[in-house]
């Protein structure tokens, strides 16, 4: 379902992706893991052109996109395949100004021209999906971390992307608001949505993901199934860098 070819992203001299080359089926979720600088929020950018790659290319659904150095991306391709994706950022981005409901209606009323009522339905049925009918005319600043994150995920789903991404959805928030997130993820992963996650967080990972890519200076180190890379890495990186996060912990896959 999303296929990425020979992905290279650079910034100036720095090159901060490398020749990645990964498939992620529908209905899976991947969690892209790795230190810190290791590209996993890069590469999740550029999967829905937040971040356009160097060079390479990208396939989401039926479209396809290549990238050169020399080659300018028009804005309606990049809109052919944003539009596929809804995005879960770190620190939640939810409009300060609007209630929980206006949050998650925001994006069908101003970008799809949905009426509001119509807009209104869908948006309650997503706050009661992610656990949060009862915030409804709650504004953000009196939510929780883990609140507002979890008004951020029915946002990304309003418009029913094919994919949703996430960008290290746990990493501000403390472990018992974590857990509420992680439920709500978890509740979306067996309901079939397909999801890509960068995330330090290797319980979230190692409890949602179908499949993990581990990322290092850019490279993939290796790729495989959740409970092979947790419980029996191939690589000698990979292995030195899940003992780091929990030399006593053993992943209940």
Known sequence: MIELSNIEKRFGE?????????????????ALVGPSGGGKSTLLRCINLLEIPTSGAIRLGEETLSFAP???TSWQAIQK?????????????????QTAIENVMEGLVTVLKWPREKARERASELLTKVGMSHKTDAWPSTLSGGQQQRVAIARALAPS?????????TSALDPELSAEVVDVLGRL????????????????????ANDVVFLEAGSVVETGSARAIFNAPERERTKRFISTINAAHTYDI
């Open 189 to 208: 992963a067996r309901e079939g949505t397909t999801m890509v996650m960068a995330t330090h967080d290797l319980r979230l990972a190692s409890k949602i």
């Open 161 to 169: 992307p094919r994919v949703l991404l996430c960008d290290e959805p």
């Open 81 to 97: 395949i944003r539009r596929q994706t809804g995005m879960v950022f770190q620190n939640f981005q939810l409009f300060p100004h």
């Open 14 to 30: 720095a090159v901060i992706l490398k020749d990645i080359s990964i498939r992620i089926p529908e209905g899976s979720v991947t």
């Open 70 to 72: 020399d080659k300018r």
